[in-house]
Each structure stands twice: as C-alpha cells, then as structure tokens.
C-alpha cells in the first residue's frame, strides 16, 4: 500500500524539502496525512480580540494524494511549501517594494496584502508575487524556481542609505492552500469565520497549541479560498484538522494541472524575458498611477500607444501537445502554445499560448491537434481597452 501511496505522489521534483509537508510525511513512512498518530488536534486561538476559538476534534483520514484535481465545488487543500517566502524588513521596506514591483504598496495597511508583479525595467516578466503587509514585515510568495534569483535582484536595489533587509524564510515555514467555494464553510467549522467575506489578501494571525499560523484570503490561483503560513510545529495538527473537516488533498502534479486549468502563468513558462506584463495578463496587479518605479516607463508607453501586440489565452485542444510549438491559422504563424496539461478528465486536453491580439477568430492549431482560443479565468486585460480580444 505504501508502494502505491508513493507512486500517487510521484513527481519530476526529486528535493525532499520541494516535496513539501505531503512528501516529508511520506518521506517517514506515513501512508496518508490522516495516520500522523502523534498529530494533536489544532486549537486556533486569535492574536487579536477574537475569542478563542474550540479544539478541534480530529478523525484519521485515509485518503490519498491524487494526480488529478479533486472537482473544484470540492475543497481541495494543496501543500504549496516548495513555494518561496520572502520576509522583507526595516523602515524603507513598503516604499522599496512600492519601488521595485507593479502594486501600489503605500496604499496599503497592516493586515491587507496584493498580487504584485516583480519585473526587468523593460517590464518583462519575471514572477508574480503575492504579499501580506504585516506590523513589522512584508511577506512575499513567491514562485518555486525564483526566490532565490529574486533575494539576489531585491538586495542589488538595496542602497547604502535604505533601511531594508530581505530574508529567505522558506525552510523555516509551511505554506498550504485551502480552495473551493465549500472553503468558507470548512473555516466556518475551525472557527475561522471572522476572514469570510473579507477583502482578498486580509491577513490574521493565530496561534494553534501555542505556535504561530498566518491565515490570509486567497489562495494563490482563487481571489478565494485561503492560504495558511506556518511553522513546523503548527503544521501537521493544522493539516490533519483541515482533511477532518472535508478538505481534499491535491499534490502537486494535480495543483499544475489546475494551476493551467486556471490560467495561472508561472515562470518559465508564460513569465520569462520574451512577454510583458500586459501581455501575460497581471493588469490587475499593475498600478498605472503611483508614479516612479521599476519598468513603469514601458508599461505607460504600452498603454498609451496601444503597444500590446500579443495576449495569453486558455487554449481547448483535441490532443496532447507539446509547449513550445507554434499556434497557426489559415498557415500562418500567430502564436505560440507556453503550457500544456490534462484536463479535469482524462481526455481533455488544455493549454495556455501566446497568441496576436487581432487574428480572425478562436479556432486555431498546433501541428494536427485543433484548439479552441478561450478566456482564462486568472487573467485580466483591463488596462489594454479596445482590441484585446478576437476580431468577429
């Protein structure tokens, strides 16, 4: 059985620690999060004037990682810990990142968060970055193969004067995600209610068993959903509370497969060198109006003189392909296929691509595979106006 447990959770990433919890528990010899025996029921209890909250009373769970997302009316809870955590600090840190991102971080207070995206000064991108503005600190989440690529362009921009200071905090912490439209109930019954209905990116602390766990709205690919941030202490209790309250796990084959469902673009794939961030679609992380910062210079004159010649679209395919290969219409070249996944079902077959704003109409191919052009729920185009999608 343990044989098969590990086959489920199988993964090109070989990194026990780019596992994540869900692998380290493997790791060990655990056939399923729910057999944690040593596991003690999490009891939250609200740093603020929340009342404390109730033990939870915690039930073993069998059930194992699956290589396809659970249904998304379903609450699947993803183990996100190969993800990046920076802890941006000192006096100058909200204007530094004010400076060196898209967000509008001096309009921010403590306990609302962003999506930001961090950039070249020719606005090519780099990562999207999602972040908690906290008392004393920033946190940024950041994507697996970037934190390290980001520590070093960040502390580059850091000046002789500038009272910031970047710290790498992804070893020392956990980061799951809670997702689904049943997600609020599940906080509902951890008493976790006062975030419902907040504002995406609100953050609270919490203490469970006298560790401390960050609990914010949004879950990396949802404006809903929830993201938790925690310790290594905190993080089996927590984990095994969630799956006791109806949460599906998802590993991390099954979050990419989503990741493209959703639209979501990564790294190396949509976020590289080649593509701006109006054509990879962040528009709704850029701030057209804060003045001065990186790549702000570009981004205007793209706005201004309609300077976006190509979009990222979902793509529906009638078979596999392969990323990289060329997007055509009646024979000629107008795009380029970036990701490529299964879909919900083992028969569809999805992708994101690089695609020229202005082509004659959705139907398109890559090699002998037909596909269908299709708007993709994570991304926005609303700084672009008239002419963003296809010509009737």
């Known amino acids: 059985m343990m044989e098969a447990f590990n086959r ?14 869900s692998g380290l528990l493997s790791a060990r010899g655990h056939c399923g999060v729910g057999f944690i025996r040593s596991a003690q029921p999490a009891r939250f209890t609200s740093k603020s004037s929340i009342p404390t909250c109730r033990t939870l009373r915690c039930s073993p769970s069998a059930i194992p990682f699956d290589v396809s997302p659970p249904p998304i009316e379903e609450d699947p809870i993803a183990d996100l810990s190969h993800f990046g955590r920076l802890r941006v600090t000192g006096e100058d840190r909200v204007q530094f990142l004010h ?3 898209t967000a509008k971080f001096d309009d921010l207070t403590e306990g609302e968060g962003c999506d930001t995206v961090l950039v070249t000064a020719t606005a090519r991108t780099i990562d999207i970055a999602h972040a908690w503005v906290m008392k004393n600190a920033v946190l940024l989440f950041l994507s697996p193969s970037t934190s390290k690529s980001i520590t070093e362009m960040l502390n580059k921009y850091i000046f002789y004067a500038d009272k910031v200071e970047i710290h790498d905090i992804t070893k020392q912490t956990y980061f799951f995600t809670l997702m689904g439209p049943k997600s609020s109930t599940v906080m ?3 008493d976790l209610g006062d975030l419902v209905g907040q504002p995406y990116g609100t953050h609270r602390h919490y203490s469970v068993n006298g560790t401390p ?9 949802f404006k809903d959903g929830f993201s938790f941030m925690l310790s290594s202490a905190s993080a089996r209790s927590v984990w095994r509370s969630l799956l006791s309250h109806g949460a599906i796990p998802m590993g991390i084959n099954a979050w990419e497969r989503l990741r493209v469902l959703q639209g979501r673009p990564a790294p190396g794939r949509e976020l590289t060198k ?8 962040l528009s709704m992380a850029v701030s057209v109006d804060k003045g001065c910062y990186k790549g702000q210079e570009t981004i205007s004159r ?5 300077g976006v010649k190509q979009r990222l679209w979902g793509i529906r395919l009638s078979g596999q392909a392969e990323p990289g290969s060329s997007i055509m219409q009646d024979g000629n070249k107008v795009g380029v296929l970036s990701s490529y996944s299964i879909g919900r079902k083992d028969g569809d077959h999805v992708g994101l691509a690089y695609v020229k704003r202005r082509i004659n109409s959705a139907e398109v191919e890559v090699g002998d595979v ?5 708007d993709a729920p994570f991304l926005s185009y609303s700084n672009l106006g008239e002419g963003k999608s296809i010509a009737s």
């Open 274 to 281: 080649d593509y701006n961030v109006l054509e990879a679609g």
């Open 302 to 306: 793209l706005i201004t003189y309609d």
């Open 8 to 21: 489920c959770l199988a993964s090109p990433v070989h990194d026990s620690r780019l596992l994540g919890f």
């Open 213 to 221: 766990v960050t609990i914010g709205v949004g879950s990396i690919l």
């Open 99 to 101: 400076n060196q991102s």
């Open 370 to 374: 037909k596909g269908t052009l299709v």
């Open 188 to 190: 509902e019954m951890l």
